[in-house]
């Protein structure tokens, strides 16, 4: 019996001192999480490609496996993660009991703050007793964003490398905004699915990095916010200078469409497809991802003072976030049509 009273003890002793810490989340709320974390349960689809760029040895899985397409621009050790569902976000699918069978040391959310995502937090982390972080993922807290995480699992450095990136891309291009009247700045259409007219209106996650680009979106609804659909009658009004489009199918055939064939981007042959591998230029899901993006629309935009060299730029990121050197065969897959030139044979992949 004493033997038994001592073990207990002793186990008892050795919980208490696992050692452990309070941080502050996005969302104000004050989780006591361990001293050390070494593995993290992405909540969602945003969620994990922070984790992914900051953090990939500590995760557990992702929300959906990736595609043929995207696994060469995901380095190999973690490309074959468990697939393992989402906590939140459309189309839910992980449980709880996936969740405990991961054994996380933190569950972690990163995108919107509001009541619905606090309750959820609160709610998973008091029934699984798992400690659930929220972290904004507001675009333009993107750098504060990585901070917080760096410093939730000890890398700061690494995070900091990773802020002061964003940050310096995020002031050369208000460098030029600043110097650039509203009239001046390219009016822009986003094309969405296989005709082209579901698109965002201004202000809209989906069209955020257009207009932090410098780009006007010729989209307004009053009334609307998000996603829309409009109809060709409004495309041809707003006449926009450039349209942008990932879906293959539309972009395949706009510039044979007799129906867009008046619109000033199509007859000047300024509409561009975004890369979408590994994760969407634009948005898809609207995560750290969008940073490429909008390297590449500040530079498609304003090519006099924000022009690049995509390629360097694309391997740069590419290194950087997502821990992969493309080859050139890659690359040519990867950007053939986003900067408004007829492919080779080569990069259609003849």
């Known amino acids: ?36 974390i070494d593995k993290v349960f992405a909540a969602g689809p945003p969620a994990s490609i922070l984790l992914y760029m900051l953090a990939p040895e500590k995760m557990t899985g992702w929300p959906d496996p990736p595609r043929a397409e995207e696994r060469p621009f995901i380095a190999a050790q973690y490309r074959d993660l468990p697939a393992l569902g989402r906590l939140t976000g459309r189309g839910g699918t992980a449980n709880l009991e996936v969740v405990l069978k991961a054994k996380p040391d933190l569950i972690l959310d990163f995108g919107s703050v509001r009541e619905t995502y606090i309750s959820l937090a609160n709610n998973v982390q008091e029934q699984t007793r798992i400690p659930y972080i929220l972290i ?39 460098a030029v905004l600043k110097a650039t009247p509203t009239d001046k700045r390219p009016r822009v259409y986003l094309a969405r699915g296989p005709d ?30 998000g996603l829309v659909r409009a109809s060709m009658e409004q495309v041809i009004v ?74 360097e730029t694309t391997k740069e990121f590419y290194r950087r976030f997502y821990h992969v050197s493309p080859s050139d065969a890659e690359l040519d897959t990867l950007i053939a049509w986003s900067q408004g030139k007829a492919p080779s044979a080569r990069q259609r992949g003849r």
Not at 5 to 13: E, K, S
Not at 196 to 225: D, F, K, Q
Request: charged share 25%; net charge neutral; glycine share 8%.
């Open 136 to 174: 904004d993922g507001r675009f333009e807290a993107t750098p504060a964003a990585l901070r917080l995480l760096g410093d939730i699992l000890d890398l700061k450095d690494r995070a900091e490398q990773q802020a002061r990136y964003v940050e310096v891309t995020f002031a050369e291009i208000d």
């Open 238 to 311: 707003a006449d926009p200078d450039i349209i942008l489009t990932w879906d293959r199918t539309f972009f395949d055939r706009v510039l044979k469409d007799p129906l867009w064939a008046g619109i000033k981007a199509v007859r000047e042959q300024r509409v561009y497809l975004a890369p979408t591998a590994p994760f969407g230029w634009i948005d898809r899901p609207p995560s750290l991802n969008r940073v490429m993006g909008l390297r590449w629309l500040a530079g498609l935009f304003y090519p006099d003072r924000l022009g690049h060299d995509l390629r």
């Open 1 to 36: 019996m004493r033997r038994a009273l001592t073990l207990l003890l002793a186990f008892v002793v050795c919980v208490v001192s696992v050692e452990a810490r309070t941080v502050t989340d996005s969302a104000g709320r004050k989780v006591e999480v361990p001293d050390r």
């Open 196 to 225: 082209g007219l579901e698109t965002g209106v201004v202000g809209s996650i989906n069209t955020e990095i257009i207009e932090r680009a410098g780009g006007r979106n010729v989209m307004a609804a009053a009334g609307h916010s």
